[in-house]
Every structure is written in C-alpha cells, then in structure tokens.
C-alpha cells in the first residue's frame, strides 16, 4: 500500500472483512454510528524509521476526498487527488475496539480506531511513502481523520 495512492489506501483502509453489521466498536460504537457522509482531514504518513518525516495527503493542492457509508456495510469513497478524480467502493465492519481492514486478495489488517462526537479516527494502518525521494518506498504509519458532514 502507497500513502501517496488515494485508490489503494481506501480500499485497504475501509474494505474490511468478516463482521455482521452489529458489531460494536471502541466505547460501544456500533456500525450504525459511522453511517453517513464524511469529509477526509486528515490522511498523514509517518516514516516508522524516523517518525518526525511525515506527509499530510489531505492537504496537497487539489485534493479533496468524501467518504459515504451506508448502514449495510458498503461505503463509496470519491475525490480527487493533485487534481486528479477517483473513487473506490466496498464494504467495512467494526470489531471491538478496530476496524478491520482487507483489500481484495491482501491479508485482513486490524487498526485501532475512535469515535468523537462528528470525529472518526483510524490510526496505526501500514502504508509505505517515499519520504526521502530516492525511488524506493519507506515504511510507514497511516493515520485518517474524517469529520461528519
């Protein structure tokens, strides 16, 4: 998974696996309290090796991503990146306190995630960026904010 590709992040981030939609989350968030539309924030890559390296792709000029969630479980994510239009669709679930996360043929990730009031935070995801520009994607750290529109 790139931090840099909108497309693969989505669907490892929120393409998730194996639960029914009463799961309950972290503080008894179940499903139903992510139903809705969500503006991504933040989606920040941190380099594991040197964790003061870090980029913010909400924040690149052009970019602009929204995230609809259904109450079956399927979510449609949309923008752009650098200007440049896309959008992805799956399903996702919530098991205890994480969301589990699986792209169509990749092993399930779990990741820790919280709640607050129109806040949905999804930390501690795998990613790799190329924070030091020489052609070859470091390990990385991925953290995504949504806020609730």
């Not at 497309?7 to 309290?33: E, F, R, Y």
């Amino acid at each position: 998974m790139h931090c840099g590709r909108w497309t693969a992040i989505v669907a490892v981030t929120l393409a998730v696996a194996g639960c029914g939609s009463d799961s309950t989350g972290t503080d008894g968030v179940t499903l139903a309290d992510l139903v809705g539309t969500w503006h991504v924030t933040k989606w920040e890559c941190t380099n594991e090796a040197n964790t003061s390296q870090k980029v913010n792709l909400a924040t690149v000029s052009g970019s602009d991503v929204t995230l609809t969630v259904a109450t079956s479980g399927a979510y449609t994510l949309a923008g752009s990146f650098a200007g440049e239009p896309w959008s992805a669709s799956g399903s996702y679930a919530v098991q205890g306190g994480t969301i589990v996360v699986q792209e169509s043929g990749a092993e399930p990730q779990s990741s820790p995630f919280t709640l607050t009031g129109d806040t949905w935070t999804i930390s501690q995801l795998e990613g790799d960026w190329d924070f030091d520009n020489d052609g070859t994607d470091d390990p990385a750290r991925l953290v995504i904010v949504f806020t609730r529109q």
